[in-house]
Nanobody, 114 residues
Framework: QVQLVESGGGLVQPGGPLTLSCAAS????????MDWYRQAPGKQRELVAT???????NYKDSVKGRFTISRDNAKKTVYLQMNTLKPEDTAVYYC????????WGQGTLVTVSS
C-alpha cells in the first residue's frame, strides 16, 4: 500500500513563508515524477509545481520565483517551499505521485490571511 503523508500546512500572514512536506511510504519513490496541486474554495484543483526523477522542475506562472519544489530521495520526501505568500495562495495543497496508478496525499490547508 503506497501512502503519501503531508505536513506543514497552517495559517500564515501575507508575505510570510511556509514549507510543506510529503513523505512517501511503500514505494520506490526515486523513479517517479512528483507534483504539488492546490484547490482553493469553490475552484478546481490546479497544478502548482512538478519535479521529475532527474530533478527538472516546472511551476504555475503565478508562483514562479516564490515557490520551490524539491525532493530528497533518501528520505522519500518531496517539499514545497513557499515564500512571499499572498491571500490568493490560500488553498488545500495536495501531494501527488505520477504513474500508471497515481497516488494522492490527503491534502493540507494553507491559509494566508492577516
Amino acid at each position: 500500500q503506497v501512502q503519501l503523508v503531508e505536513s506543514g500546512g497552517g495559517l500564515v500572514q501575507p508575505g510570510g513563508p511556509l514549507t510543506l512536506s510529503c513523505a512517501a511510504s511503500g514505494s520506490i519513490f526515486s523513479i517517479y515524477t512528483m507534483d504539488w496541486y492546490r484547490q482553493a474554495p469553490g475552484k478546481q484543483r490546479e497544478l502548482v509545481a512538478t519535479i521529475t526523477s532527474s530533478g527538472s522542475t516546472n511551476y504555475k506562472d503565478s508562483v514562479k520565483g516564490r515557490f520551490t519544489i524539491s525532493r530528497d530521495n533518501a528520505k522519500k520526501t518531496v517539499y514545497l517551499q513557499m515564500n512571499t505568500l499572498k491571500p490568493e495562495d490560500t488553498a488545500v495543497y495536495y501531494c501527488h505521485r505520477e504513474g500508471g496508478a497515481s497516488i494522492w496525499g490527503q491534502g493540507t490547508l494553507v491559509t494566508v490571511s492577516s
